[in-house]
């Protein structure tokens, strides 16, 4: 009697995917490419702040001018 069914073998594969915030791993398809929404948070807080920067002020450019 060798009638194995290798039906765990196939459900082994499982799509998992690098956060590119905390980069963890993570098979989280909801937030993809993130692992939660709070990544997917920070990343769209990240664009902000850059946006913030760019047109803000410079804070290493006055620093110590006196
Ligand atoms: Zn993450």
């Keep these: 009697m060798s009638e194995e069914k290798s039906s765990s073998t196939t459900a082994t594969i499982v ?3 690098k956060c590119p915030i905390c980069g963890k791993l993570t098979d989280n398809a909801k ?3 993130f ?3 709070r990544c997917a948070d920070i990343d769209l807080g990240t664009w902000f ?3 913030y ?3 803000g002020k410079n804070p290493v450019d006055e ?3 006196e």
């Design 31 to 33: 937030y993809r490419p």
């Design 63 to 65: 620093e110590e001018s």
């Design 35 to 37: 692992c939660s929404k």
């Design 53 to 55: 920067v760019i047109e």
């Design 15 to 17: 799509k998992v995917h």
């Design 49 to 51: 702040n850059e946006g």
